[in-house]
C-alpha cells in the first residue's frame, strides 16, 4: 500500500512560465505530498536540480519512439516531450509543465519506498529466488537504483497496455544466478536495468511493440531465440558500466520489431 504524508499548504511562489513576459504567481504543489520525495516548485525547460532528476526518473518510461530520457537533471526538450506525453496518458493538460496537477499524478502513483504502485522491490531482486541485491558487478545500492528506474519504465508500458498487469519472470540477478539459468556474460539482468515480462492480457508481440515507446534500449521477444515465451526490455543505452555499447538493440521478429 502506498503511504502518503499529510503535509501542511506550502507556500505560494512566483515563476515566470516558458516564453511569458511577466512572473505568474501560481501555487505550490499540493499539501497532501509523497513520503519518498516532495516537489516544491514547479518544473519546467531550463531549470535543473535533484528535483529535475527524480522527476526524470518517474517520467523516463515516456521518451519517444526508439529514445530514452535521460537522467541528467537538466530540464530539456527530452524531459518536457515525456511529460506532455505522461500527462496525456493520464487525462491531464499536456503543456510539458511538470506543476500540481502532475505531481499529483506522481504522488498517487507512488508507494512510499519510491516503487511505482504496480511493481515492487522483491518483484525484480535475485532472479534465482535467493532475495536481495548483491553479488552482481555493481554496488547492491547501485543496483537497487537502476532497479528503479527499470520499474517506473514497467509502469509506463503497463499504462499503454491498459492498465493491466504486467508480470515479471525475471528482474536482477547476481552473478552466480545468471550463471546457472545461462544468461549472457554481460546481460542486463546483472545491473538491474533489465526485466523479463508476459501479460495476460496482451499478447507478447503487443507487449513487444508497445515497448518501443517506453524508453527500452534493449528489447527481444518472439522470433528472438529463447524468447518466444516472455519479453525481455533493458535499459542497455543507459548502463555506463556494463561492457555493452551504448546502443539500441531490439529484436522480436515474429512481431514485426527489429
Not at 3 to 32: C, D, M, Q, S, Y
Not at 86 to 105: C, E, H, I
Not at 117 to 125: I, V
Not at 199 to 214: M, P
Request: proline share 5%.
Amino acid at each position: 500500500m502506498r503511504v502518503n504524508t499529510l503535509k501542511r499548504a506550502a507556500v505560494a511562489f512566483a515563476l515566470a512560465l516558458p516564453g511569458a513576459a511577466i512572473a505568474t504567481v501560481v501555487a505550490a504543489p499540493p499539501a497532501h505530498a509523497d513520503s519518498c520525495y516532495t516537489w516544491t516548485r514547479n518544473l519546467y525547460q531550463g531549470r535543473s536540480g535533484e528535483d529535475v532528476r527524480q522527476l526524470q526518473i518517474r517520467v523516463a518510461g515516456w521518451a519517444a519512439y526508439r529514445d530514452i530520457v535521460r537522467v541528467d537533471g537538466s530540464y530539456g526538450p527530452e524531459t518536457a516531450a515525456a511529460v506532455r506525453r505522461f500527462q496525456s496518458a493520464y487525462g491531464l493538460r499536456a503543456d510539458g509543465v511538470a506543476g500540481p496537477q502532475t505531481f499529483a499524478k506522481i504522488y498517487d502513483l507512488q508507494d512510499g519506498d519510491c516503487t511505482p504502485k504496480h511493481f515492487s522491490y522483491t518483484e525484480l531482486d535475485n532472479g534465482c529466488g535467493k532475495g536481495g541485491w548483491s553479488g552482481g558487478p555493481l554496488s547492491p545500492t547501485a543496483t537497487r537504483e537502476n532497479a528503479l528506474r527499470t520499474m517506473w519504465k514497467l509502469e509506463a508500458l503497463r499504462r499503454s497496455l491498459g492498465d493491466k498487469p504486467l508480470y515479471v519472470n525475471s528482474a536482477f540477478r547476481s552473478i552466480a544466478c545468471n550463471r546457472q539459468v545461462g544468461g549472457a556474460s554481460d546481460s542486463q539482468h546483472l545491473y538491474g536495468t533489465a526485466a523479463d515480462v508476459i501479460s495476460r492480457s496482451s499478447s507478447l508481440c503487443q507487449v513487444a511493440k508497445s515497448a518501443r515507446n517506453h524508453g527500452f534500449s534493449g528489447l527481444f521477444g518472439p522470433g528472438y531465440p529463447g524468447h518466444d515465451d516472455h519479453v525481455h526490455v533493458d535499459s542497455r543505452r543507459e548502463n555506463n558500466q556494463d561492457r555493452s555499447s551504448n546502443t539500441t538493440t531490439w529484436s522480436a521478429p515474429d512481431c514485426g520489431v527489429s
